[in-house]
């Protein structure tokens, strides 16, 4: 099994030469597309080492202890893992990349109360977070008539305790219909992308975009996954901005409710959903397999 040779120059301290070797890693990984995660820079370490590298020999109690001493004399940034205990690295100044998930690439699901204040639209409603309650909530900007206890409850508590309550200013609806220019410019499908640039032209362009979707389902699930990622680095540059160290991502993204993602279907525009994507199957389905499809008789009784 071959080494990698390190470019690290062998004459500098060994602290010195082992930063170095973190930030080749590190950097190596962002020109990748692969995230620096601390539970596997330290084993690549170790690898080119021959076995060779110890935190503990540099004086370090733990490895995180040495990545945040790399971070201070600007080899790596450090930055708080958006899923679990962990910590991830980047090239100085970097951003971390968008996360994927191990299944299939798409992005990591953001939590659903993140995920509704920060795309909240009513303008009579606030968001903020809890950070006591580690959770964001939306609260009425005034009272209404005969509201319930709770809605009162939970505006008189941001007031009342400033410091506790971490203001939310939602993604504007201005800025999300400039992520579907910019996606539907993109767009490799050239069905799909006219679609998509009639529909962010229009004098709805938020509505518009998101019914063309519905006739796209390849191009619908490339729409989501990144404007999950845009959501999520959002919040994550709102969390840092505000010195918060919270959980982005869903626990479990797979239980997650997609229905927030999505603008609600009326039950007549999903039930038309449903027969146009049957009968665009339908139109493609060789005689044997249309000779397969089992219908009930009561349809095929003139009325």
């Known amino acids: 099994m071959s080494i990698d040779v390190p470019t690290a120059a062998v ?16 950097q190596q990984n962002y ?14 370490l170790l690898r080119r080492t021959g076995g060779g590298f110890s935190e503990t020999a540099f004086g370090f109690r733990g490895f995180r202890a040495f990545m945040e001493s790399a971070a201070e004399a600007g080899y790596v940034s450090v930055h708080k893992a958006p899923v679990g205990p962990d910590f991830e690295a980047t090239p100085p100044g970097k951003d971390p990349l968008p996360i994927r998930d191990a299944a299939g690439g798409a992005t990591v699901r953001v ?19 809890d950070r006591d309650e580690n959770r964001a909530f939306q609260y009425a900007r005034q009272a209404f ?3 319930p206890a709770d809605v009162k409850e939970k505006r008189e508590r941001v007031r009342q305790e400033a410091s506790r309550h971490v203001p939310i200013t939602p993604i504007s609806i201005e800025e999300q219909v400039r992520w579907m220019e910019d996606f539907a410019a993109r767009e490799s499908d050239p069905a799909g992308r006219s679609a998509l640039e009639q529909a962010v032209r229009s004098s709805r362009p938020n509505q518009a975009f998101f019914r063309a979707l519905r006739a796209y389902p390849s191009v619908r699930a490339r729409w989501e996954a990144g404007r999950r990622a845009a959501v999520y680095d959002h919040i994550r540059r709102w969390a840092a901005e505000n010195s918060l160290e919270i959980e982005i991502a869903a626990r479990d993204d797979r239980q997650s409710d997609a ?20 009968h665009r199957a339908i139109d493609r389905m060789s005689e044997a397999d249309l000779l397969r499809i089992a219908v009930p008789v009561e349809y095929l009784i003139d009325r």
């Open 11 to 26: 004459t500098r301290e060994p602290r010195e030469q082992a930063f170095e070797l973190l930030r080749e890693i590190v």
């Open 31 to 44: 020109d990748d597309g692969r995230r620096s995660y601390g539970a596997s820079v330290k084993p690549e």
């Open 111 to 129: 939590r659903p109360d993140l995920w509704r204040a920060f795309l909240l639209t009513d303008p009579g409603w606030a968001a903020a977070y």
């Open 145 to 147: 008539p005969l509201e």
């Open 259 to 278: 229905a927030s993602e999505n603008p609600p279907e009326h039950d007549g525009d999903r039930l038309a959903n449903v027969r146009a994507t049957l």
